[in-house]
């Protein structure tokens, strides 16, 4: 490896055949047999480096699973990188000219447009979530009664398009009300169980453009050769297209009826729709806008709640102990407000404040917060991403302590890079030996959590650095919402982050509040999505997996997640917690103050 002064090259691999052909062969198929990114785990652990260059067909195409490399592009180099004409070009027809597929001042002019509307008075407008969340509490409920399995991916779906849409468009798309797949009993999409209407159709194509962007960006620059003679994303996004544009036009229709006589909505009235509608006349660039919001508003939520609820199912005693903590703060029945999820802490009770004996001690070491982190930490919504190196060349610093990476590296200019965020976030050098197990308890002990604090660029779920930066009170508010007090804040936060934790908390919430199991139903699972035999003796999560994730943009259960629920006493015998002789922990604190007051 030739050094530059103190500065080295970043490894490259080398295949057995020329340019490498055989790595790009061997890495696709990987793609559609493999766990998750163990193919690239799998090279940094043979070069025993963190950083590698895989020079497909003799071009460079950097790949990372470092920590401080990581934070190197996202943060304190992110002058040094940029989207890039490559990701542009295969984006192209998808998202156009949105927020994630521009740079600069048309990317800063996007972002300045979106913030208004992820401010903390919106996005904690738990009416909106309660409103869908008990459309979906109802449907699970009725897949209880019945006794018949249920596709709860597809409902994490249709829960988060159809608030996210209100949210946006100021219109109800209903996804809800539409027919739903029979468990295993479907076709099958991109991402999962399709249904064959309106909403199948659209969902088909939206899941589709963002399988094919995937695995372009896998492929590198040289994906047009796989795409000769047929593009293969032009037809999906033509339904997409289609499905957006009648929204857009009716919302300059009515930014022109406004004009000519009727009273203009003040900015709290407006919808996001409305919003972008009054900033330009470009169709185009309001449908491209809109299409990336709803990208991250639905699939962000989606994968979040279905690895939460497959968590809990193969987790009994993390279900039981969440559902205590949610049945404490709200009860059976009580509405969950953005102040009752702050106070369902990951935290340590003592019942000795609760019980005559001090000896009849317990801990409550679960809740929403911390499992949803340790959800996000093991299976984040973003798995991998992609940049580009300005035409300037730069140093990776010193890597992280993985395999000694003391060096810094040199990093050509124009040079695409994929990072890793879910290699990085189960890597058992920066988390611990057990950085692949899901154990919330992480987030509480002091000198577990002590490993994040010092580096707190490690846990990325939603990304990071001043591509998403929002105001410090903002990420004030997430840090108070996710993680305990004594947390230093991170640096910067996507501006819909807020917004994906409560909706995703006020779901969670209504889900433990009606049912106290959930376990997961194989033999409903379609035989193509459950994890290939080979898995049970590699290493790691994929020989203890029950469902096969899979990603496209984001995470997803590969063909769905199909669960049995079961309903709570309560709700089942249609009872509210004291009437079966139950007072919450919290009830009592409150019947002891009133009493105490009114002796006084």
């Not at 790009?24 to 590698?52: D, N, P, W």
């Not at 940049?387 to 695409?416: I, K, M, Q």
């Amino acid at each position: 490896m030739p050094e530059l002064g103190v500065v080295q090259e970043i490894p490259r691999v080398v295949g057995k055949w020329p340019g490498n052909i055989d790595l790009l062969l061997h890495m696709l198929r990987a793609g559609k047999t493999s766990y998750i990114q163990q193919v690239y785990l799998a090279l940094f652990e043979e070069y025993q480096c963190t950083t590698l260059n895989t020079r497909i067909l003799w071009m460079d195409q950097i790949i990372t699973m470092d920590s401080q490399h990581m934070k190197f592009i996202l943060a304190t180099g992110f002058e040094h990188f940029w989207r890039g004409k490559a990701q542009k070009e295969r984006f192209a027809k998808f998202v156009g000219n949105g927020i994630f597929n521009r740079d600069d001042e048309m990317w800063k002019m996007h972002r300045s447009m979106a913030r208004p509307f992820f401010a903390w008075d919106r996005i904690s407008d738990f009416e909106q979530f309660e409103k869908y969340s008990a459309h979906a509490m109802s449907i699970l409920t009725s897949f209880a009664e019945s006794g018949r399995p249920c596709d709860i991916q597809d409902l994490h779906t249709r829960f988060s398009l159809d608030s996210s849409a209100e949210f946006l468009l100021g219109q109800e798309l209903n996804t809800l009300s539409a027919a739903l797949p029979s468990a295993g009993a479907e076709s099958f999409g991109a991402k999962g169980s399709e249904t064959h209407d309106k909403w199948g159709e659209f969902v088909r194509a939206f899941d589709l453009c963002q399988d094919i962007s995937t695995r372009r960006a896998k492929i590198g620059k040289i994906w047009p050769l796989f795409e000769l003679f047929d593009d293969t994303m032009e037809k999906p996004a033509k339904t997409i297209k289609d499905g957006l544009e009648p929204l857009v036009e009716a919302a300059l229709k009515d930014k022109t009826d406004s004009k000519q006589g009727r009273k203009e909505d003040s900015m709290e009235q407006k919808t996001f729709l409305q919003h972008l509608a009054e900033s330009t006349e470009d169709v185009g660039l309001i449908r491209d806008q809109l299409l990336s919001i709803i990208i991250a508003s639905r699939d962000t939520t989606a994968c979040l709640l279905s690895f939460v609820v497959y968590f809990l199912a193969m987790h009994p005693e993390i279900m039981e102990r969440l559902r205590a903590e949610v049945l404490d703060v709200c009860g059976s029945t009580g509405t969950p407000d953005a102040d009752s999820i702050r106070e369902m802490r990951y935290s340590t009770r003592s019942a000795s404040v609760l019980t005559e004996s001090v000896h009849n001690t317990y801990i409550v070491t679960v809740a929403v917060r911390a499992v949803v982190n340790e959800t996000l930490r093991i299976f984040p919504a973003v798995p991998l991403n992609v940049r580009e190196s300005r035409a300037a060349s730069c140093v990776f610093p010193a890597g992280d302590p993985t395999f000694a990476n003391a060096t810094p590296l040199y990093v050509p200019g124009g040079t695409p890079l994929m990072y890793f965020p879910l290699l990085m976030q189960r890597n058992p050098t920066l988390w611990g030996p057990d950085a692949e197990r899901f154990d919330p308890e992480r987030w509480l002990d002091p000198q577990r959590l002590a490993r994040y604090t010092a580096n707190p660029l490690m846990f990325q779920p939603f990304s990071a650095g001043p591509r998403i930066v929002s105001t410090l009170s903002a990420v004030a508010a997430f840090w108070q919402f996710c993680i305990p007090a004594d947390v230093p804040l991170g640096l910067l936060q996507c501006i819909g982050q807020n917004y994906a934790y409560n909706q995703a908390s006020f779901f969670l919430v209504r889900l433990v509040q009606r049912f106290d199991g959930v376990r997961l139903a194989p033999d409903a699972q379609p035989r193509e999505s459950l994890p290939p035999a080979e898995w049970k003796t590699g290493r790691g999560r994929q020989c203890v997996e029950q469902i096969w994730p899979a990603a496209a943009m984001t995470l997803f259960v590969k063909v769905g997640l199909i669960i049995m629920v079961k309903l709570g006493y309560s709700i089942k015998h249609n009872h509210s917690r004291e009437d079966c002789g139950f007072v919450s922990p919290r009830r009592k604190r409150e019947i002891v103050s009133r009493a105490l007051a009114s002796s006084v």
